[in-house]
């Protein structure tokens, strides 16, 4: 059960923080990742589409804890590598509802990362492109007294596509530039801003850039065609943009439902007729929101747009339909990431012998099986507590010489930690057994 994947002291304390508080790393997933190997031909495939110019889109279903968050931030951080653009946000009614473009959009540029700028990267990207831009026309033969001509003419060439539908885009970068090379950073941040789709921008930043307003629904997909222009042109070839928790559609008023349901259905069609180049758009949801009456099965051409045959038997699932599912976690499975992260957490520990002979494999699958037994035997739901608790059990056995795991650890679950899927799937233990060491017998379930 070792991963023999070497990692560096930051990767790997960013993703023993991220479990010890429960969340799912950011980065430095592939050091856990299980059972995805059926998907990376796919999606190297996918991406080397959308690195030629190609546009994706994906739909991922699962219950939760079957890995859908994971699985996005791995797909995530393989476009990384490849230089590409991602940003991942959370659907939700009131912070970003689906049904207004512009606040997608907005969100977009708020979480907009690469492997060198971390959010938001808006803005070096943009000067990224504008150096581009400066280094052609001199390629080019362009005099240094007549430089600013230049790009200039190159800035309207490069967005001439994107200024038919969106021609504010291209006047607010030409503001920006102008700002920026006359000394006025307060006018070129508020620029920014406003090319980022964020509203109440003073106005004067918007006379100097010669824009009005705020970006709405219609004007949004124009803006992301211009910064799908720009990534590709300052070296990132393509954006990969995460939907999470799309199912979140089904709690809200029919109404926005209703319209929220044809942006979806819009953009996979704006997607598909090849206006977005260069753009990987995946949304995550529960198998209720594609199957139930409340979800993609309200709109009969997103439905159809989404259709995808499931076998009985996942393992002949196809990868390269729009929609994949992720089953879930085994207690297989469960043990086998168990490991990885053991193995993780021990090859940067100064007690490391110590740690992989008190947290052994045995013990690692009599934790998983303990975790998945308080949750009610739901082993997809348990994979967030598994692993918390798992290093948690590891922390104690670094710091303190004479912690036994099987002696002194007992399995609680404060309600604090619990999210109401897991407090749902908790069953109550007889006579305190919640608080038994996971050798006592008082941690065996008796059929009576």
């Not at 560096?8 to 991220?18: F, G, T």
């Not at 305190?432 to 008796?446: F, H, K, M, T």
Request: hydrophobic residues 40%; glycine residues 8%; charged residues 25%.
């Amino acid at each position: 059960m070792t991963s023999g994947v070497p990692a560096s002291a930051a990767r790997r304390r960013e993703v023993l923080d991220a479990l010890r508080q429960g969340a799912v790393p950011q980065a430095g997933l592939d050091l856990l990742a299980v059972g995805l190997d059926r998907f990376e031909q796919t999606i190297g495939e996918e991406l080397d589409a959308l690195a030629s110019g190609g546009s994706v889109f994906k739909a991922v279903r699962g219950e939760y804890g079957s890995g859908k968050t994971f699985f996005t931030r791995w797909l995530a951080e393989t476009a990384k590598r490849r230089g590409m653009a991602v940003a991942e946000i959370q659907v939700s009614e009131n912070e970003t509802p689906l049904h207004r473009l512009e606040t997608v959009y907005r969100r977009l540029t708020e979480r907009l990362c690469t492997a060198s700028y971390p959010p938001s990267a808006l803005r070096p990207i943009a000067d990224a492109w504008f150096y581009v831009l400066e280094e052609d026309a001199l390629a080019a033969g362009a005099e240094p007294a007549a430089l600013g001509q230049a790009v200039a003419t190159l800035l309207e060439e490069r967005l001439s596509e994107v200024s038919r539908s969106a021609p504010t885009f291209a006047a607010a970068l030409r503001g920006y530039r102008e700002a920026s090379t006359n000394g006025d950073p307060t006018t070129a941040e508020a620029i920014m801003a406003w090319l980022g789709g964020q509203p109440n921008v003073a106005a004067a930043a918007r006379r100097a850039a010669g824009v009005r307003g705020d970006l709405d629904h219609f004007g949004a997909l124009g803006f992301l065609q211009g910064l799908l222009t720009v990534l590709r042109d300052s070296g990132h070839p393509g954006l990969v943009l995460v939907l999470d928790e799309v199912e979140t559609l089904q709690r809200v008023r029919s109404d926005a439902r209703d319209k929220a349901l044809n942006s979806l259905r819009q953009l996979i069609d704006e997607i598909h007729s090849g206006r977005f180049p260069g753009l990987y758009l995946l949304i995550t949801g529960t198998p209720a929101f594609f199957e139930g009456p409340q979800g993609v099965q309200r709109l009969a051409p997103l439905a159809q747009r989404l259709a995808t045959d499931f076998l009985p038997d996942p393992r002949f699932d196809n990868p390269r339909a729009v929609q994949i599912r992720l089953p879930g976690f085994t207690l297989a499975s469960l043990t086998e990431l168990g490991g990885k992260v053991r193995d993780l957490y021990a090859n940067g520990s100064a007690a490391s012998q110590r740690v992989t002979s008190m947290v052994d494999d045995a013990y690692v699958t009599d934790l998983a099986r303990e975790v998945s037994g308080e949750l009610g035997d739901l082993v997809g739901v348990a994979p967030r507590l598994f692993l918390r608790k798992l290093v948690d059990v590891m922390d104690r056995v670094d710091q303190f010489q004479d912690f036994v795991p099987r002696e002194h650890y007992r399995l609680t679950f404060a309600p604090a930690e619990l999210t109401a899927v897991e407090r749902n799937a908790t069953t109550p233990r007889r006579g305190g057994a919640a608080e038994a060491p996971l050798n006592s017998a008082d941690a065996v379930e008796l059929e009576l």
